[in-house]
T-cell receptor, first 109, second 116 residues
Framework: GQSLEQPSEVTAVEGAIVQINCTYQ??????LSWYQQHDGGAPTFLSY????GLEETGRFSSFLSRSDSYGYLLLQELQMKDSASYFC??????????FGKGTMLLVSP | EAGVTQFPSHSVIEKGQTVTLRCDPI?????LYWYRRVMGKEIKFLLH????????ESGMPNNRFLAERTGGTYSTLKVQPAELEDSGVYFC??????????????FGQGTRLTVV
């Protein structure tokens, strides 16, 4: 089976940088994605790492290290609207997506 | 292009009743997933269709849940009979087939099910 671990909650202030970690256990996977979900809304895709290293998309970056079974999402220049839940997800098998429990990010003024 | 649509957006039913949720994926997406999020907790996988076939239904909690995807287009998820613990938000997502590459999943707005 597969399992992913994320912190349940992270707090930060506007303008700061925050890192949300994700560790996983799997027998094999293609890549790691990150999704954002605002309260009550649909999860939306943020980033994907198929290879080790850093992927940058605007204020968001994501990192993957297969040797360490570890990834993270880095959010820079935090804004109030970034307050949401963030999920890491493993891509495996026939396009199956397995999500972590999610990290609630609270951004304060 | 229309996104993933789910119907209804909200449903309140009594324990023991039956409810059927519907999901219309993005046209051309062969992958269709059902997930459930309970009370702000994790997004739990229920099952995965590839076209009309169930690729993985390991997340279905019990035999009160029945999912179908006749013709490989829209899907339905029936809960019969509903229990209190079935309450939550049921999300449907779809994606294109792409083994080994990024397969961004597009989510619907979810159906908020409340069993009373």
């Amino acid at each position: 089976g597969q399992s992913l671990e994320q912190p349940s909650e992270v707090t930060a202030v506007e303008g700061a940088i925050v890192q949300i970690n994700c560790t996983y256990q799997t027998s094999g996977f293609y890549g790691l994605s990150w999704y954002q979900q605002h309260d009550g809304g649909a999860p939306t895709f943020l980033s994907y790492n198929g290879l080790d290293g850093l992927e940058e998309t605007g204020r968001f970056s994501s990192f993957l290290s297969r040797s360490d079974s570890y990834g993270y999402l880095l959010l820079q220049e935090l804004q109030m609207k970034d307050s949401a839940s963030y999920f890491c997800a493993l891509h495996s098998g026939y396009s199956t997506l397995t999500f972590g429990k999610g990290t609630m990010l609270l951004v304060s003024p | 292009e229309a996104g993933v649509t789910q119907f209804p957006s909200h449903s309140v039913i009594e324990k023991g009743q039956t409810v059927t949720l519907r999901c219309d994926p993005i046209s051309g997406h062969d992958n269709l997933y059902w997930y459930r999020r309970v009370m702000g907790k994790e997004i739990k996988f229920l099952l995965h269709f590839v076209k009309e076939s169930k690729q993985d239904e390991s997340g279905m909690p019990n035999n009160r849940f029945l999912a179908e995807r006749t013709g490989g287009t829209y899907s339905t998820l029936k809960v019969q009979p509903a229990e209190l613990e079935d309450s939550g938000v049921y999300f449907c997502a779809s994606s294109q087939i792409s083994r080994g590459r990024n397969t961004e999943a597009f989510f619907g707005q979810g159906t908020r099910l409340t069993v009373v």
